[in-house]
């Protein structure tokens, strides 16, 4: 499964021939869940190990399109974990504070600690992405940032973090049908902003925006996987497939016990 959704460095994803309601070879909606129930699980106790160790980290970046379903996948994925060694950073449009700063300055403020799991819903990809399609900053600024955010990612790797990038690719007429979902449903109804209209207006022109970054930044040490997005199930299985092979190549071990403390009695 990993190598369907794996984008090669140096390779263009090629989004446009890919199919969002790829099933990435699972067979059912019923399969994929007792699939993604043994993945949490696994997860869970990576996750103990990757936190006792306390010496590396793993960033998870999130990032699709309005209603690609990146909160769904944070919960289905993440709810067996202990919220002690996660931390879920969403991203929006830039205070002033941080407006105030570099681009990269909130984001590295958010990356994980040894021992963490860091987990971006949307990222520094927004700065070049929202920016280019939005035209909030000149060509200039924005098509220098992803050799800038290669090198960033570098000293992240370098220093100790592994990064799982994943783009969730959801189709045009996927993401028009869950915007009708979200205005029809009381309850989905507040995360609709009049602003996705937009969104899905330029559905094309984000589509080719993220073609090009996931062509500039998928490198050796941070690769970007495009993981098919119109079929819930399909998603949260593969992105909890993702992780746990990363955390199972880099089998966290328990600290040792201090010397001699089997003998300890308590009295
Ligand atoms: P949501 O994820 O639905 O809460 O929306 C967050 C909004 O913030 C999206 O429209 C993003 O495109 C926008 N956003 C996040 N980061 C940036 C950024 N660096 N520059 C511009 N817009 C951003
Ligand atoms: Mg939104």
């Known amino acids: 499964m990993i190598d369907r959704i794996r984008i090669e460095p140096g390779k263009r994803p090629k989004l446009a021939e890919r199919d969002p309601g790829d099933t990435l070879g ?6 994929a869940k007792e699939h993604l129930a043994e993945l949490v699980a696994r997860l869970e106790r990576l996750q103990r190990r990757l936190f006792a160790e ?4 793993v960033l998870l970046v999130l990032q699709g ?8 996948v944070i919960r289905a994925v993440f709810e067996g974990v202990n919220p002690q060694g996660c931390h879920v950073t969403s991203f929006k449009a830039p205070t002033s504070t941080e407006l105030a700063h570099d681009y990269l300055w909130r984001v590295h403020a958010a990356c994980p600690a040894r021992g963490e799991i860091g987990i971006f819903n949307r990222s520094h990809y927004e700065d070049v992405v929202a920016v280019r399609v939005l035209e909030l900053a000149p060509k200039e600024i924005w098509s220098r940032r992803p050799a800038q955010i290669r090198e960033f990612e570098r ?4 220093e100790g973090t592994t990064l799982v990038k994943v783009f969730l690719h959801v189709s045009k007429e996927e993401q028009a049908e869950r915007f009708r979902e979200r205005i029809a449903n009381p309850e989905k109804r507040w995360k609709f902003r009049k602003a996705d209209l937009d969104v899905h ?4 022109g984000y589509l080719a925006a993220y073609e090009d970054v996931i062509a500039d930044t998928s490198t050796e040490w941070a690769p970007w996987h495009v993981v098919p997005a119109d079929r819930n199930w399909v998603k949260a299985t593969a992105v909890a497939t993702l992780l746990v092979h990363i955390l199972e190549r880099l089998d966290p071990q328990f600290p040792p016990a201090e010397a001699g403390i089997e003998s300890l009695r308590f009295e």
């Open 54 to 57: 306390a010496r590396r980290g």
């Open 65 to 72: 399109l309005d209603a690609s379903g990146k909160d769904g």
């Open 26 to 31: 699972l067979e059912s909606k019923e399969q």
């Open 201 to 204: 207006a330029r559905y094309d």
């Open 155 to 158: 000293l992240l790797s370098d």
